[in-house]
Antibody, heavy 119, light 107 residues
Framework: QVQLQQSGPGLVKPSQTLSLTCAISGDSVSSNSAAWNWIRQSPSRGLEWLGRTYYRSKWYNDYAVSVKSRITINPDTSKNQFSLQLNSVTSEDTAVYYC?????????WGQGTLVTVSS | DIQMTQSPSSLSASVGDRVTITCRATQSISTYLNWYQQKPGKAPKLLIFAASSLQSGVPSRFSGSGSGTDFTLTISSLQPEDFATYYCQQTYSSPFTFGPGTKVDIK
């Protein structure tokens, strides 16, 4: 059973970078069958898939077009975790952010982090 | 992007009722369709994957069907713990979009 534990600040200033980390237990970030996703949820946008990273002999990333110019998802094999960075945030990026594991369906989710963009 | 719609957006039902929620995709997604249940303040929970496969540990009163563009989630006999919001999601092509949700509350 994969467990995911999120960490990171709940308040980010406008124009700055949102950074969150998702620590994995019960699987490896380098697994050849897994994928590691970031999703956010807000009243205005609902559930929105942001992107994923996965390993298939080499690392791949896949991002939603809506955030593609601002997002980076990186694996950290030394700590068995993956991270989200979202640059140049605005109030539109205020949401609950989730990490989730799964390639075609998301069996395990982090606990969620409410990130508020405000000065 | 593939857009997902759900109907109804909300419904009121009683314990023991049979409940059906519909999800529609703007193009064929084969059976790359998942259903999640979400309760307030919690992360979504996977119920059904690949349109009709029951996730381990999920009660058998939940079932899914459909392929192509039209899908349904059925709860055969609604239980008190089933009052929640239900979302469909397609994983046929990136971005992996979710439906807007169906809120099931107590009549």
């Amino acid at each position: 059973q994969v467990q995911l534990q999120q960490s990171g600040p709940g308040l980010v200033k406008p124009s700055q970078t949102l950074s969150l980390t998702c620590a994995i237990s019960g699987d490896s970030v380098s697994s050849n069958s897994a994928a590691w996703n970031w999703i956010r949820q807000s009243p205005s946008r609902g559930l929105e898939w942001l992107g994923r990273t996965y390993y298939r002999s080499k690392w791949y990333n896949d991002y939603a077009v809506s955030v593609k110019s601002r997002i980076t998802i990186n694996p950290d094999t030394s700590k068995n975790q993956f991270s989200l960075q979202l640059n140049s945030v605005t109030s539109e990026d205020t949401a609950v952010y989730y990490c989730a594991s799964g390639r075609y369906s998301y069996e395990s989710w982090g606990q969620g982090t409410l990130v508020t963009v405000s000065s | 992007d593939i857009q997902m719609t759900q109907s109804p957006s909300s419904l009121s039902a009683s314990v023991g009722d049979r409940v059906t929620i519909t999800c529609r995709a703007t193009q064929s997604i084969s059976t790359y369709l998942n259903w999640y249940q979400q309760k307030p303040g919690k992360a979504p929970k996977l119920l059904i994957f690949a349109a009709s496969s029951l996730q381990s540990g999920v009660p058998s009163r939940f079932s899914g069907s459909g392929s192509g563009t039209d899908f349904t989630l059925t709860i055969s006999s609604l239980q008190p713990e089933d009052f929640a919001t239900y979302y469909c999601q397609q994983t046929y092509s990136s971005p992996f979009t979710f439906g807007p949700g169906t809120k099931v509350d107590i009549k």
